[in-house]
């Protein structure tokens, strides 16, 4: 039997007296016979029992921690503690030796975060980011099947697009025109009708535009893809690449879209709850020991996993931004000008600080809120009758701040313009976009949210870069 085995079904079989190839990296090695060996399926270790003498001194020296190695041999009851069976070696081989001099990942100093982030091609081997990793990946399934089980099309949007969908100006310009000497017009700019696509073009912020193609055609649908943001924001929530998922129905309205948005949180969580429990388990156990080094008054309530549960459980609080300024204005850190950006007048915009204050300390939960002034909000965006406000949603989240935005869209075509000239957007290049208010326009609206925030929710960690395979930030693109 020559079949590799995970070492993971092996921990799951109730049974033992078999025989088993496995193949793995050595995550410790002691007393000349007991190898921990991991394989990346598991956070658990599987232990490789070696008879003495069974191999020669020059092979025992090379088991070091970090070494790959297939090893043939029986699952038999374990009489050692801290697991139910192990593998009796009969044969060994050495596919990968690992200098343990150089080697930066051994098991007596715990790293920091800090340091695994400066080897992130190596850090999927730890604990840590292997469970943050499986998460990620039973996240991003949970997604697909979600909104496959309610019939919605994964649009698969274009990364490369002319248009700046959310009108931030954010956006990475993709050219291959010669830097040092790029065709000019006659007014000396840049001349993109030379370039690649024959006009100016850059990484999209967002599929929404193009999303909102698919929903006027297949009723729901999705976009799950990598998006860029060029905003100079070095906090631990920002990247400059990041996965966003962004459903679009035809006739929802923000009630239906907000409903959507907290069944669609709740159900990847709860997946996540039933098919990585192990490894939240885990990461619920490291925050625990994070906090004990923490003063009193900074310790979390409640534990990682009871967090989880606790989402699951409770409904979402729904308010509009009018009763959320006035809860903010009236607020302690607000009186005592504690916060950084004090609130003073409806249509300021929220800062980090104060959804989550509105989360952590005013609500307690999950928070949406609606109806945002719309001189802060994007130009597609449903407006109120008052005149002042927009049909947005944003879902503010404890620890995270804004998880998720999104509207209910303008589906009148002459309000869209008039927004859309107010906002200065290049109208005439938008034909397309407009073509889904000419041609059978309907009620529509949809949400984006972030993947990444969603993984640094459920995994409990507190920076974002750790929650993204390799980060880019501003002035970082390593790996
Ligand atoms: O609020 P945003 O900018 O909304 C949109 O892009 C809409 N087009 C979505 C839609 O309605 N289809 O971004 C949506 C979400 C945010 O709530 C946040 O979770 C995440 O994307 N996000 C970021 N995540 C990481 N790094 C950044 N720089 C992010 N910017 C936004
Ligand atoms: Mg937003």
Not at 18 to 28: E, L, P
Not at 129 to 153: M, P, Q
Not at 168 to 178: I, K, Q, Y
Request: with cysteine.
């Amino acid at each position: 039997m020559s079949q590799r085995v995970k070492v993971r079904q092996i921990l799951l079989d109730e049974n033992t007296n078999y025989d088993v190839v496995v193949k793995g990296w050595i995550r410790s090695f002691r007393n000349n016979q007991f190898i921990a060996l991991n394989d990346g399926s598991t956070n658990n270790n599987l232990q490789i029992v070696l008879e003495p003498g069974s191999v020669t001194p020059e092979v025992l020296k090379r088991l070091t921690t970090g070494a790959a190695i297939s090893v043939r041999g029986t699952v038999i009851p374990s009489l050692g503690k801290g697991q139910r069976v192990e593998v009796k070696a009969v044969e060994l081989e050495i596919l990968g030796d690992c200098d343990p001099e150089k080697y930066p990942l051994q098991l007596k100093n715990r790293p920091s975060l800090e340091y695994l982030r400066e080897i992130a091609h190596l850090r999927f081997r730890t604990n840590t980011f292997g469970a943050i990793f499986r998460i990620r990946h039973t996240l991003a399934f949970a997604v697909h099947k979600f909104f496959n089980e309610r019939g919605f099309v994964y649009l698969h949007t274009p990364i490369i697009t002319a248009s700046d969908a959310e009108g931030a100006g954010e956006m990475f310009r993709v050219s291959t025109l010669d830097p040092k000497n790029p065709p000019l017009t006659e007014n000396g700019e840049i001349d993109y009708k030379e370039d690649f696509f024959g006009k100016a073009t850059n990484l999209t912020v967002s599929g929404q535009l193009e999303g909102e193609l698919g929903a006027m055609a297949f009723g729901d649908v999705y976009t799950f893809g990598p998006t860029f943001r060029a905003e100079n924001s070095n906090t631990a929530r920002h990247l400059a690449e990041f996965w966003m998922i962004e459903p679009e129905m035809a006739f929802y309205d923000l009630e239906d879209n907000m409903n959507l948005a907290e069944a669609f949180i709740k159900s990847v969580i709860g997946y996540a709850l039933e098919n990585n429990r192990e490894d939240l388990e885990f990461l619920a156990q490291r925050l625990e020991e994070e906090d004990k080094q923490k003063p009193q008054q900074e310790r979390s309530e409640l534990g990682l996993i009871q967090k989880l549960e606790f989402v699951l459980n409770n409904e979402f609080m729904r308010l509009t931004y009018t009763e959320a300024i006035d809860i903010l204005k009236n607020s302690k850190p607000n009186k005592s000008k504690k916060f950084d950006y004090i609130i003073e007048e409806w249509g300021a915009d929220l800062q980090s600080e104060h959804e989550r204050y509105l989360v952590e300390k005013h609500f307690k939960k999950p928070v949406i809120l609606t109806d945002y002034p719309k001189a802060i909000k994007a130009f597609y965006m449903k407006q109120n009758d008052d005149g002042k406000t927009v049909r947005a949603m944003d879902i503010l989240f404890p620890g995270i701040g804004e998880i998720v935005g999104g509207s209910q869209r303008e589906e009148n075509y002459d309000k869209l313009v008039t927004r859309m000239e107010e906002m200065h957007l290049p109208v005439n290049e938008m034909s397309w976009y407009l073509d889904t208010r000419r041609y059978g326009a309907c009620p529509h609206a949809g949400f984006g949210l972030g993947f990444e925030r969603l993984v640094l929710f459920v995994t409990g960690m507190g920076n974002i870069r750790d929650v993204i395979p390799f980060p880019r930030t501003p002035k970082s693109a390593e790996f």
